[in-house]
């Protein structure tokens, strides 16, 4: 009588993928899986759409401040040049009769 | 204008999962594409027309991901320097290497980790020539636009990176 042939042993990994070809088999250039396409998360353009928004204030806040340091600036630099240029002034009326006054008073 | 809500349904999930191919991380890959889109609206007066917006995007997305990983890549070097210094482990960023990736599926975490391994050991524009077209499945034209390269430049990367990798993989099995 012949003997039935043997079933062999039963594959416990049935459904997985078992990559077995080698490299020169295989295309190297994928990893032999299906690698799947991912949503992001649903809130990702929340958060964009907030960080905009965040950056939309923020050019008017700069704005703000800055127009107020330019007119603050402008203010300071100047009462400080009208300083200068009086004191400039009242200095320079000294340099020059003193410059005035030793030549002559050596002519004489 | 730009209607950025528009272009985000348009492109968000193609400029994530391209972040995600390059970073295997899906926190990662989420700040990316939030900093494309930040930069698509904050740059849209200097896009040309001359490419299409979606080219235009991808090229962003790209650059962005290349970016983070230097980015990373610095923070490893200067983490080690610093706890090599103050021989502390601590307060150190430590990279993320494990594989964060949704679209692996669990029993193939192992093999497509060793493979993404080897394509990090390539040149940058050959694997970024992989990720657009083997993974993300781009025409070798739209890959093309996006690299700013021609079409027969980005098949030779294909090609180099197909030599790389064989040879990466002998070295790696020691033949």
Known sequence: MKKPASIGPIDTNFGSVIDTKS???RDPLTPGVNIARVSPSPYLFTRIQSKVDSMKDVPQQMGWVSWASIVVGVVLIFFI???AVRSGFSSA???ITKNFSSPTEQLY | MLDLEATYKQFGERVFNIALQYLR??????EVTQDVFLTVYNKQSQ?????QLGTWIHRIAVNKSLDFIKARNRQKRGGGLLSYLTGTTENVAQPNNELNHPGVAL???ELVSKWFHRIDQLAENQRTAIVL???E???PAEAAAIMNLSVKAVDALLQRAKKNLIKIELKSEGK
């Open chain 2, 25 to 30: 991380n899906v926190e990662d890959a989420e």
């Open chain 2, 133 to 135: 077209v083997r993974i």
């Open chain 1, 81 to 83: 040049e009208v300083n």
């Open chain 2, 107 to 109: 029993e193939h975490r």
């Open chain 1, 23 to 25: 490299m020169n088999e």
């Open chain 2, 137 to 139: 499945e781009f025409s």
């Open chain 1, 93 to 95: 009326k000294v340099d």
């Open chain 2, 47 to 51: 896009f040309e027309g001359k490419a």
